[in-house]
């Protein structure tokens, strides 16, 4: 049983959740860690001495006494160790360092076009995370750039293979169908790569930042395409095969159904994806020609683009009922650039409200993800320091 495997309850204490006590400060000392943890002070000083050899943990100096000897004090480096982290989106990729606390060192937003095909787009966007790493003086402080690098996390904006980095059968990514992303990064960095599906990475990073307390939760991203990320336990949940949460085409009621990029008609993203937007748009003779423009309309009030969004909004909502009906999360949140409208986020969530039951909905948080444009990355960048915690 790997760390990602085991159950919520046998984590408890273990390497992962030390390292997040002490990142989030709610421990400074074996002695905290003990407490928290339930576990004996000689367990606990034993998995810390495997952080700190693994340089996830180190220790800064003498703290207050309460009696006895002084507690030596521990926190995660801030300087030395990163990792890389990059968001691809369909024309935008988010690429960052981040230090092993989950922190964002350094991040910029790149122009991508996701149909040069991955051979082009990853290189460069490795080849800027490199650039990040060594352009950091706290990363160079002692030694190579490139041994800083602990790690580097990817998230595709299609369906992913997790456990071998192969991407299957993606929408809207001409000439990635059956990449191996994992394998062609291996022979360009010398540091593990891990890649996941984007809207994983965002559900990893909200539920880190701002819900790392509760068990169950389910995060939309909703954007050009739509999706959702699934966490059950405390823990990101893949299914079988890492495709659990694409809500992507299941089906809702449509008349007429639009067809799916999938060969099927009325997927909910051939309804309420951003794409579905700009195109219903056009079909009803307004020249808009992104997302942006959409958007636009609808901040400004327009009467097609407005009903084109609650429309969407009911459709994510009914296929959300579901979702919460069967698996009774705590939080739905919704992120992604149609997060911010409006109409689409009141429209699903009294469809929610109607459609689930009194149970489901009796203490469910439905909201806005709210950690931001980083939100991907600091993802990404977990998913690379629970793989390291994990080695250690």
Known sequence: MTIDEAPR?????????????????????????????????STVSQRVEALISQGLLEETGAGRSRGGRRPRQLAVPTGGAVVGAIDLGAHHARVGTLDLSGRVVQARTLPVRIEDGPEAVLGALLAEVTTLVGGDPAASADGSAADALRGIGIGIP????????????????????????????????????????DANLMALGAHRTAHSE???????????????????????????????GDISHCRVVADPAPPCTCGNAGCLEAVASGAALVTALRGQGVP?????????????????????????????????????????????????????????????????????????????LIERVAAGQDVGITGAAHLVIDHVVAAA
């Open 288 to 364: 808009v020609s992104d997302l942006t423009g959409v958007i636009r309309l609808i901040d400004d009030g327009d009467r097609q683009a407005t009903a084109l969004a609650r429309q969407a909004g009911r459709a994510v909502g009914e296929i959300l009922a579901v979702v919460v009906n069967f698996f009774n999360p705590q939080v739905v949140a919704i992120g992604g650039r149609l997060a911010d409208c409006e109409p689409l986020l009141a429209s699903m969530r009294a469809t929610l409200y109607e459609r689930c039951l009194p149970l489901a909905t009796q203490t469910l």
């Open 214 to 244: 509760l068990d169950h939760a389910v995060y939309i991203k909703a954007g050009t395409g739509i999706g959702s990320g699934v966490i059950s336990s405390g823990r990101l949940h893949r299914g079988a095969q890492g495709s659990a």
């Open 9 to 41: 309850d046998v984590l408890r204490g273990g390497p992962r959740e030390l390292l997040r006590w002490v990142a989030t400060g709610a421990a400074v000392s074996r002695a905290d860690l003990s407490r928290l943890s339930g576990l004996s002070p």
């Open 158 to 197: 299609g369906p992913v293979q997790h456990a071998t980095g192969r991407i299957v059968s993606p929408s809207r990514m001409p000439g990635w169908n059956g990449f191996d992303v994992a394998a062609f990064c291996a022979g360009r960095v010398d540091v593990p790569v891990i890649v996941d599906n």
